[in-house]
C-alpha cells in the first residue's frame, strides 16, 4: 500500500498515525504546523513510533544527488557529443567552408574551456598546426541527414551506449602536447556577458581561434550551460562582444556595414544599447595592448559574425534545427555578398539540450553534465575521461566501482604529469623565456635556469630554483613572499649573460608560471623584447597588461587566476590603497 500523504491537523487517530507530522513534538518551540521542508517527515502504515522518521527535505536531497550522480553525467555527455557529431556531419555535408590555405573545406570544432570540452572528443580538437584538423575529413555517411537512432534512458546500461564516429587514431599518444600539437581551445566567460558586467577580457584574448577562424573560414564553438536557460551567456553576449571588438580593431573600415550589429543576435533593445556604449572602451582597451594588429588581420582576414543552435529536446528535432543553421548560415554569407564581402561564420553551439523541469524528469539527463567539474568529478578531466572512455563505462553500472576507478585513473595521470617529458613554450618576442608545465623537475640541457612554481628546493647543480608554491589558496601568498628572492636571481643570470634561457614551469603551465614570466617580462624587458638594464619603462598595470599580451599571444591558453594576478601587482606597483 502506498504510503499516504495529509496534514496533521486531520480529526482521525487513526489516520495520524500514517500521515505526515511534524518533526518537533514540542508546541511551545514550534507551531503543530510544518513551516519548512524540512519539518515534514514520512510515516508509512507501519512505522514504528521508536524510529525516526524520514525528512521528505533528505529524501528529495539524496534523489538528486543519486540523480547528479558520476554515471548520469558521463552518459549525459556521450548524448551531447552525439548530437556535436551529428552536427559536424551535416555542416560539412551541407554548408562546407571555402576551400584554401590547403584546407579541404571540413569545420573546425573548437570547446569552450572548461564546460565545452567535455562533450567533444580530443581526436577532433583543432591544432595549431597548418593542417588543423587532426581527423582530417568527416566520417562518410550515404545519407543527406544522420540516421536516426535509438535514444536510450540514461539510467540503463552502457550496453545501450550508441557508438561515438569521433574516435581517437590512436590509443597509445602521448597525453602531453608539444608545442606544435597544442589543441585549440576557447576561454570566453559567462561572467563577461552578465547584465551590467558586460566586458573584453585582455587577458582571455583567444587569439587561437581568431587565427583559425581567418585560416579555415569559420568553425564551431562548443560550450554547453546548467538547466535553465538555452545557451550559456559566454555564447550569447561575451563571444557577440569579443567579435564586435576584433571586428572594429582589425577592420575598421568596413563594421559600418554591419560587422558590429546585435540586432542580429537577438539581445533586448536596451541592453544592446548599454552594450553598444561600452564598445569604444573596450576597442581602445585592446588596441593599447601593443599588439601587433596589421598581422592580426592578415590572419583572420575577414570580420566574425556570429550563428547558433542548441540541441533540440526531441532527437526527431535534429533535423530541423539542422536545417535552420545552414539557412542562417546562407543567410549571413549572402548579406555579405551582396557587399561584394566575405565573412568567417562563428556557429555557436550549445552541445546540451534544455530540460524544463528537475533531471529526475528527463530519466536522469543532465544538462550541461560536464560543468563545475570540481564539485563532481574527483578529479577526473575530459581529456582522461575520453582517454579511458571505455574503460569508464564499463564500469557505470556500479557507482563504487566507477568512483574507485576514476579515483585510480586520476592518480595515475598525476604519476604521468609528475614524471612525464613536459612541455614547454617560447614567449614572444623574446628569445630565451620559455613557460612550461608538468609537475616533475624538468631537467633540460637546453635551459641555463628553471624556475619551478612547485618544487620545494632548490637544485642548483641541475640549475633548479624552487618556489615552494603549494596547491590551493595559499599559493597566491606563498608567491608573494618568494618573487623577491626569484626577481633577484633572474636579474643576477641575465646581468651576466643576457641571453641565457630561462624556464618557468607549473603543474598546469597557465597559471604560477605565467606570473611569474610576468615578472620578469615587465623587470628585464624592454618593448623589442631585448634584456634592458636598467628598465626606462614605468611599471603601472597598463604596462603590465601589455606584457600578459605578449603570453597570451605566444601561449592563448595562459590562464593566470585572479590571485596570482594581484601577487604580481603588489611585487610590481606595490598593493592596493
Known sequence: MADEYSHPSSKSSDQQDTNLTTASTSPVSKSAYPTTLADLTIHSPDHDPNTASTSIYKTLHHLRKATLSIPNRLLSVLLDAEFIEALWVHLNEHSSLSHEAGRDGTWPLIPNERSGSWPLDPSVKITS???YLIRSSPPQTSASTPSPLP???????????????????????????????????????????????????????????????????????????????????????????????????????????????????????????????RIPRFVEDCRGLGLDLQGLAKKMKRPVRCVWVVQPTMRDDWT????????????????????????????????????????????????????????????????????????????????????????????????????GPGSSVPISPTRNIC????????????????????????????????????????????????????????????????????????????DLSVGVVLVILCCFYADDGQVSFPQTHVIDKQFIKQRLAWITSSKPDANPSRATLQAVNSFLIGPPD
Not at 325 to 349: F, G, H, P, T, Y
Request: proline residues 3%.
Open 435 to 510: 613557460v612550461g608545465s608538468g609537475e616533475g623537475i624538468l631537467i633540460d640541457h637546453d635551459f641555463d635556469l628553471v624556475i619551478d612554481c612547485n618544487a620545494s628546493n632548490d637544485e642548483p647543480k641541475l640549475k633548479l630554483l624552487g618556489m615552494r608554491c603549494k596547491e590551493g589558496k595559499v599559493r597566491s601568498k606563498m608567491m608573494r613572499e618568494r618573487l623577491p628572492q626569484i626577481a633577484a636571481r633572474v636579474e643576477k643570470q641575465l646581468r651576466t649573460w643576457p641571453e641565457k634561457k630561462i624556464l618557468v614551469k607549473c603543474s598546469s603551465g597557465k
Open 151 to 277: 535514444s536510450p534512458s540514461i539510467s540503463t546500461s552502457h550496453e545501450r551506449e550508441r557508438p561515438i564516429l569521433m574516435r581517437r587514431q590512436s590509443s597509445n599518444r602521448s597525453h602531453t602536447q608539444t608545442q606544435q600539437q597544442q589543441p585549440v581551445s576557447a576561454y570566453f566567460k559567462s561572467t563577461d556577458g552578465h547584465v551590467n558586467q558586460w566586458s573584453f577580457s585582455t587577458r582571455r584574448l583567444n587569439l587561437q581561434p581568431l587565427h583559425l577562424l581567418g585560416t579555415a573560414g569559420g568553425g564551431v564553438l562548443i560550450d554547453t550551460t546548467r538547466r535553465g536557460k538555452s545557451f550559456p551567456d559566454a555564447l550569447r553576449r561575451t563571444v557577440a562582444i569579443w567579435c564586435c571588438v576584433w571586428n572594429k580593431v582589425l577592420f575598421p573600415e568596413i563594421v559600418e556595414s554591419g560587422a558590429c550589429d546585435f540586432q542580429a543576435y537577438g539581445l533586448e533593445r536596451g541592453e544592446i544599447a548599454q552594450i553598444e556604449s
Open 129 to 131: 598546426q597548418e593542417s
Open 320 to 419: 530541423g534545427a539542422f536545417a535552420q543553421l545552414s539557412k542562417d548560415i546562407e543567410a549571413e554569407r549572402q548579406k555579405w555578398r551582396n557587399m561584394d564581402m566575405d565573412v568567417n561564420v562563428l556557429v555557436c553551439c550549445s552541445a546540451s539540450k534544455v530540460v524544463a523541469g528537475a533531471e529526475m524528469s528527463d530519466e536522469g539527463y543532465i544538462q550541461g553534465a560536464g560543468d563545475d567539474g570540481e564539485g563532481w568529478s574527483r578529479g577526473l578531466t575530459a581529456r582522461v575521461f575520453w582517454e579511458k572512455k571505455q574503460e569508464l563505462m564499463d564500469a557505470v553500472d556500479n557507482s563504487e566501482d566507477l568512483e574507485s576507478l576514476v579515483d585510480r585513473l586520476v592518480t595515475e595521470d598525476k604519476y604521468r604529469s609528475s614524471y
